[in-house]
Structure formats: structure tokens, C-alpha cells
């Protein structure tokens, strides 16, 4: 199976800087790491992903940076603004064999609170 | 424009009575899934269908069970449903095993 963590669990910065948050994983066969934002009340939308041929992504002020031997992944929130505040999860899926195909494992989130 | 859908969204039931969730997809998606979400525990998988009656345990199956008969449909059933299965519940879709996961709007379920 597969074991995600993600940290911090809350995550308070000021409007305009940046936010980062961080996931580890145990399995390295682990290919695929998406990122949610989820919004209260509403169900989680995917706003970056990443696979394992990749060190980094961008699109536009969200970065998701992959260190596949430390096993662990980031997402930097860049120039954020009040309407970044929400739920974000981490998740990781891998090849795997029967029970494990297809697989999303996921953190158990960050709640992230922009404040003006 | 890719869209999961729940039947219902909100749903108050006994402890003990059986509860009937529905996912519906309109894109031919192979690979759906049951999850629920708690708080401070993010989203726990509790069944993968595959395809048409190619079902299988998620994380946490204990308690539930699905049934997949169109590949358009997939059903997350509580038979005797107990306090603790007080939850939302996400069903998600997805084109092959590999992809991008695409989630419903979540059934928020209270077992009295």
C-alpha cells in the first residue's frame, strides 16, 4: 500500500506572500502525485498534478516540486490572495499490482487561511 | 465539460435502516470510486470499480458494499447502517486507472 503525509495541517500566511505545503510518500512506486483544492461545502477539484518524470511544474503561481528520493513532494503557493483560502490535499497513486492499481492515497490535508 | 453526479446530497437515516447512494458519469469512465471524508482525516477509499461488476476493496470496505451492472452507474450501499458511517461520501471517476480522478459533489450523510 501506499502512506501519505502532509504537513502542516493548518497554515496561516499574509496576503501576497507565499504558502508551501509538503507530503511525503513510502511507496517508490509511486508515479503520480496530484494536488486538491477543496472549498467549504464543495467537493475537491484538482488544480496541479505531477508524474515521476517530472522534478517541477508550474502553472501560473502554483509550483509543485518532486523529489523522488527523498519521496517527497511540495506545493508553493506563490503571491497568494484570500481567495487561495481553502482545503488543499495532497495525494499519491502508483502502478501497483491488483489491490493497489489505481490507487490514490491521500494526506489528510491543509487548511490554508490567507488573511488581508 | 467532464461531470460526476450524486443522488442525494443530503440524507438522514436510523441506525439500523439501509441507505442507497448513487454516482452517475457521462464519460464513459472506466475506473469510479466510493470515498468518504472526515474530519481532520481527509478522503478514505473505500471501493474501486474497475468496470461492469469488476469490483474492489478499497481502505476502509468494512461495512459497505457497491454494485457496478452500467459502467455509467455505481452505487455505494450500507446495509444496516450504523452511527459512525455519519460521513460525506465522494464518488470520483476516472478515464483509466492512471488519470486524473474527477469527483461528484458529495452526499452528506447523517445516521441517526
Known amino acids: 500500500g501506499e502512506q501519505v503525509e502532509q504537513l502542516p495541517s493548518i497554515l496561516r500566511v499574509q496576503e501576497r506572500s507565499s504558502a508551501s505545503i509538503n507530503c511525503t510518500y513510502e511507496?517508490?512506486?509511486?508515479?503520480?502525485f496530484p494536488w486538491y483544492k477543496q472549498e467549504p461545502g464543495e467537493n475537491p477539484k484538482l488544480i496541479i498534478d505531477?508524474?515521476?518524470?517530472?522534478e517541477r511544474k508550474q502553472i501560473q503561481g502554483l509550483i509543485v516540486l518532486l523529489d523522488k528520493k527523498a519521496k517527497r513532494f511540495s506545493l508553493h503557493i506563490t503571491d497568494t490572495q484570500p481567495a487561495d483560502s481553502a482545503m488543499y490535499f495532497c495525494?499519491?497513486?502508483?502502478?501497483?499490482?491488483?489491490?493497489?492499481?489505481?490507487?490514490?492515497?491521500f494526506g489528510h490535508g491543509t487548511i490554508l487561511r490567507v488573511h488581508p | 465539460d467532464m461531470k460526476v453526479t450524486q443522488m442525494p446530497r443530503y440524507l438522514i437515516k436510523r441506525m439500523g435502516e439501509n441507505v442507497l447512494l448513487e454516482c452517475g458519469q457521462d464519460?464513459?469512465?472506466?475506473?469510479m470510486y466510493w470515498y468518504r471524508q472526515d474530519p481532520g482525516l481527509g478522503l478514505q477509499l473505500i471501493y474501486i470499480?474497475?468496470?461492469?461488476?469488476?469490483?474492489s476493496e478499497g481502505d476502509i470496505p468494512k461495512g459497505y458494499r457497491v454494485s457496478r451492472k452500467k459502467r455509467e452507474h455505481f452505487s455505494l450501499i450500507l446495509d444496516s447502517a450504523k452511527t459512525n458511517q455519519t460521513s460525506v461520501y465522494f464518488c470520483?471517476?476516472?478515464?483509466?486507472?492512471?488519470?486524473?480522478?474527477?469527483f461528484g459533489p458529495g452526499t452528506r450523510l447523517l445516521v441517526l
Open positions: 505531477i508524474r515521476s518524470n517530472m
Open positions: 495525494a499519491a497513486s502508483g502502478e501497483g499490482t491488483g489491490a493497489n492499481t489505481g490507487k490514490l492515497t
Open positions: 470520483a471517476s476516472t478515464p483509466g486507472h492512471k488519470d486524473t480522478q474527477y
Open positions: 470499480s474497475y468496470d461492469v461488476d469488476s469490483n
Open positions: 511507496n517508490s512506486a509511486s508515479n503520480y
Open positions: 464519460m464513459s469512465h472506466e475506473t
